[in-house]
């Protein structure tokens, strides 16, 4: 059940009355890497197995190479991945608060990819971005993966504008897609978690229709992301790395 329906009171100049009101539901999904509980996820209870997955690719636990098996039970996703060395290393940045709080001190993340992207590409992207859900609640974030011509084939819908990021990514990995060569488009607001999730999967560029955080402007500039904010039909503002635009 990705909706539920509520009782409200609407509250006017004219007057109240009761109307019925469609809400987003979240649950807590339980993600566990060799065995060891590693997040607590507030999320849209669907993809989880994409979510789990792409969490352990976004947020730099193992790269696409290093994992072996995934699986879901009820709400809890399983990832089995090797390295257990450079595991141990993101769970002790993890606890100390270093990972995503002293980012600029503790990561070093590049993209490689020489693809370059049109601008109508990614006004065409405006156009996924909407979802039903999000029409009935107006709560919900999408996420989708676009080629270079502008044609999105992956989209997630989720409450949280980071586990969108984390499904899509995860759904590609699933799929076997390369996704030097595509971009990412966003409802979400773009701070360093998000646009480092985007780097450490290889993404090579970002588009949102919101804004950038500071956070996230130098995470982009560092990391070679192209983080185009403020998308609409007739204009985009380009905050990195313009030469990945055409």
């Known amino acids: 059940m990705l909706i539920k329906e509520y009782s409200a009171r609407e509250l006017t100049d004219r007057g109240s009355r009761e109307m019925p009101c469609q809400v987003a539901v979240e649950d807590t999904i339980e993600l566990y890497v060799n065995k060891i509980h590693v997040a607590s996820i507030l999320a849209t209870p669907e993809m989880i197995e994409e979510l789990g997955t792409g969490y352990t690719l976004c947020e730099g636990i193992a790269d696409a190479s290093q994992i072996l098996d995934f699986h879901s039970e009820g709400r809890n996703v399983f990832i089995e991945i090797e390295g257990s060395e450079h595991f141990e290393v993101w769970r002790e940045l993890r606890s100390s608060g270093c990972v995503g709080v002293r980012w600029d001190e503790n990561e070093d993340v590049s993209v490689r990819s020489d693809a370059v992207?049109?601008?109508?590409?990614?006004?065409?992207?405006?156009?996924?971005?909407?979802?039903?859900?999000?029409r009935l609640t107006r709560g919900t974030h999408a996420a989708c993966l676009m080629t270079a011509d502008g044609e999105c084939i992956l989209k997630a819908i989720d409450v949280g504008r980071h586990n969108a990021f984390d499904k899509v990514v995860g759904s590609a990995y699933m799929k076997g897609i390369d996704v030097a060569?595509?971009?990412?488009?966003?409802?979400?607001?773009?701070?360093a978690g998000m646009v480092l999730k985007a780097a450490r999967a290889g993404i090579p560029l970002v588009a949102t229709?919101?804004?950038p955080l500071n956070t996230g402007i130098d995470a982009a500039e560092k990391a070679g992301v192209c983080l185009v904010c403020f998308l609409s039909e007739d204009k985009m503002t380009v905050f990195t790395h313009p030469e990945r635009l055409a």
């Open 117 to 134: 992207f049109r601008r109508d590409a990614l006004r065409k992207s405006l156009g996924f971005l909407d979802s039903d859900i999000y």
């Open 181 to 191: 060569g595509h971009f990412i488009a966003s409802t979400g607001r773009q701070s």
């Open 209 to 211: 229709k919101t804004a």
